[in-house]
């Protein structure tokens, strides 16, 4: 099977919703949900989270505090939401200690197929499209799974934080950032 990322789109809400389900009680990184304030999985609910998190992709967009500029995009398998990712265009402090550039997590049904590897390969490509140079990445000390997609794409570890490990991958070669308001490349 292939991955691809593509924006948050409405038009995917029944999908999305189920993928959200899937995790339960699991928090889902790289969602972009706030866990006090989720949203309903309805399609209302779907179309304004999604329009919320497109907006974070403008670097002039107006963030709370806190918050910085990231584009989200779903993982899909053909056109099923498999998971979430999201590229954060600079680090702020919690960022640089614990979050890192990069968040992803692939729905429990869907896990094991290689899409986070391949999302993590697209999501390289946006930061350097981005002009990052290189990027942080961080995962549970015990998350064996993330360990090895995160080394796999040439993660060096740095070290262990607050029982997160720490690694960073050069970005190489800056390229266009994916689309923020429409597909991806290899998709329509």
């Known amino acids: 099977?292939?991955?691809a990322l593509a924006v948050p789109d409405a038009r995917l809400h029944a999908s999305w919703a189920a993928t959200l389900r899937d995790f339960g009680e699991t928090f889902p990184h790289g969602s972009g949900l706030d866990p006090e304030d989720p949203p309903t999985l309805d399609a209302v609910g779907c179309a304004a989270f999604a329009a919320d998190k497109r907006r974070c992709a403008d670097?002039?967009?107006g963030l709370p505090p806190g918050m910085v500029s990231c584009t989200y995009f779903w993982l899909l398998e053909l056109d099923e939401v498999v998971g979430f990712l999201a590229v954060r265009h600079r680090l702020d402090d919690v960022l640089l200690e614990q979050g890192g550039h990069i968040g992803y997590s692939v729905r429990p049904?869907?896990?094991r197929r290689g899409h986070a590897s391949r999302a993590l390969r697209l999501a390289l490509a946006h930061a350097g499209g981005l002009g990052l140079d290189r990027v942080l990445l961080t995962c549970e000390?015990?998350?064996?799974?993330?360990r090895r997609t995160i080394e796999g794409a040439g993660?060096?570890?740095?070290?262990?934080r607050a029982g997160r490990r720490r690694y960073w991958i050069g970005v190489a070669g800056a390229g266009e950032p994916l689309s923020a308001v429409g597909a991806v490349?290899?998709?329509r």
Do not use: K, L, Q
């Open 155 to 160: 993660g060096a570890y740095e070290d262990t």
């Open 1 to 3: 099977m292939d991955t």
């Open 141 to 146: 000390a015990d998350n064996r799974a993330s």
């Open 185 to 187: 490349p290899g998709r």
């Open 59 to 61: 670097p002039a967009a």
């Open 109 to 111: 049904a869907a896990r």
